[in-house]
């Protein structure tokens, strides 16, 4: 893999667990231990946008990994970064490449073990809560234009246990983001997760962008990205770990906060892919 230099991190490719193989990016300034974040990838596999989030949280003074969620497929690699294909993971191979990841960083010596957060983005937005649900390691969830859409509430190959009993057993607090515009999250879909974590009694906060199409942070995509709001993103993504460290979402209490900003003539229907 190519590795670009990027200013503020210092990057690498690591091997660990069940053959994972990761992208691992360390602040360049700052006092260790540091926080740090598990970054789960796109659909794409470990792409360059994915690096770029990776090296950007290095740089905010994050020990970041990514891990390549298919280091153990042997498939045409090409095609899938390409998005020629999609390969469906099951929540065990989620949960053991997320699982590892979380080894990993609990073991490094750079890492405060109790400040370690879960991200997921499009396809892994719900990897963080698959792993929190078994996990309690994790100190703070963030799922980014993903983990809701209509799949994740099926039953099948992939998945056999209902996201109703999987989220019901998170620990930590979730920082959701969406977009009016997407085409694969609806508003409905988003209420229907926040329906389940009040249910129970899960802290939460959730951030749904005027107009925002899907994938509108990933710069690798001229026709989506959307830069001044990725930089609210950035910082909304910041801020709450830093809230999450301060205490501000203590385990006896359930904090829910929901934020939108929609069209009332809003039809999912008419929401189409960018490119």
Request: glycine fraction near 8%.
């Amino acid at each position: 893999m190519q590795q670009p230099a990027y200013p503020g991190a210092l990057t690498s490719t690591v091997t660990f667990g069940d053959r994972v193989s990761a992208f691992l990016a360390i602040p360049e300034k700052g006092t260790a231990p540091y926080g740090a974040v598990i970054l789960g990838h796109e659909r794409y596999g470990l792409v360059q946008h994915t690096l770029d989030l990776t090296a950007k949280f290095a740089a905010s003074g994050y020990v970041a990994v990514a891990p390549d969620l298919f280091s153990r497929w042997d498939g045409d690699k090409e095609a899938l970064n390409r998005g020629d294909i999609s390969v469906p993971l099951s929540d065990g191979d989620i949960v053991s490449y997320m699982g590892d990841s979380l080894d990993f960083l609990l073991d490094h010596p750079m890492v405060d073990a109790s400040r370690i957060a879960a991200m997921g983005v499009c396809q892994s937005g719900a990897y963080p809560l698959l792993l929190n649900s078994v996990r309690s390691e994790v100190a703070a969830n963030i799922v980014v234009y993903g983990g809701a859409q209509d799949r994740e509430w099926e039953l099948n190959e992939t998945r056999s246990e209902p996201y109703e009993d999987i989220l019901a057993r998170i620990t930590a607090p979730v920082l959701g983001i969406w977009g009016e515009d997407d085409f694969v999250v609806s508003i409905d879909n988003v209420a229907r997760l926040r329906g389940v974590l009040e249910a129970n009694r899960k802290s939460y906060e959730f951030k749904l962008f005027r107009d925002m199409p899907h994938g509108w942070m990933n710069s690798t995509m001229p026709g989506r990205y959307r830069p001044r709001e990725t930089e609210l993103v950035w910082e909304r993504i910041l801020d709450f770990m830093e809230r999450v460290r301060a205490g501000e979402f203590p385990k006896d209490r359930a904090i829910w906060r929901f934020d939108s900003n929609i069209d009332p003539t809003y039809d999912f229907t008419k929401k189409v892919r960018l490119a």
